[in-house]
C-alpha cells in the first residue's frame, strides 16, 4: 500500500482551506469549507494518480491540516 500525505493550509487573506502534497504532483485544491475541501480531495487523488500511471494499487491518504490566527486581547 502506498501512502500519500495531503496538507490542509489555511489561507486567511482568501479564507479559504488550500489542499496540496509533496507527494501527488498537480493536486492543488481549495475551498471556503474544511469538509468540502476533504470530499473534493478524496475524489480527486484517486483521479489524478490514474492520469499518471495506468496501474491500480491501494493507496492510504493521510490528511494534515494547519490554521494560524492573530488575535488582539
Known amino acids: ?3 500519500y500525505v495531503i496538507n490542509f493550509t489555511w489561507d486567511n487573506e482568501t479564507n479559504v482551506w488550500i489542499a496540496t502534497s509533496n507527494d ?3 493536486l492543488v485544491l481549495e475551498s471556503g469549507s474544511f469538509d ?3 470530499e473534493r480531495t478524496r475524489y480527486a487523488v484517486p483521479e489524478i494518480l490514474a492520469l499518471n500511471d ?3 494499487k491501494p493507496i492510504s ?3 494534515i491540516s494547519e490554521r494560524h490566527e492573530r488575535m488582539v486581547i
Open 54 to 56: 495506468s496501474e491500480t
Open 24 to 26: 501527488i504532483p498537480g
Open 61 to 63: 491518504l493521510t490528511f
Open 1 to 3: 500500500m502506498i501512502e
Open 36 to 38: 468540502a475541501l476533504l
